[in-house]
């Protein structure tokens, strides 16, 4: 699903018309962006939690010549499903 796939989807879930769920959902990633940058983490019940976390420099390779490069540390987003989406097949 595309981000108009979503919209669409969310449009017609809640009874918006699409600019409207595409102002809400523009609005929730500007939250959730603000958030995370701040290095706090958001945590939607039922849903799951967005964290920021520290991602250790590392050696890799580079898989066309093979030779070793060095990774710098950054800070990642992860997303932990809550326990209704663990328990989907």
Known sequence: MNKSELINAIAEKAGLTKVQAKGALEA???ATK???KKNDKISLIGFGTFSVTDRKARVGHNP???????????KV?????GAAFAKMK
């Open 28 to 30: 929730f990633m500007a």
């Open 34 to 36: 603000e958030t995370l």
């Open 64 to 74: 066309r010549t093979g030779k070793s490069i060095k990774i710098p540390a950054k």
């Open 77 to 81: 987003v992860k997303f932990k499903p």
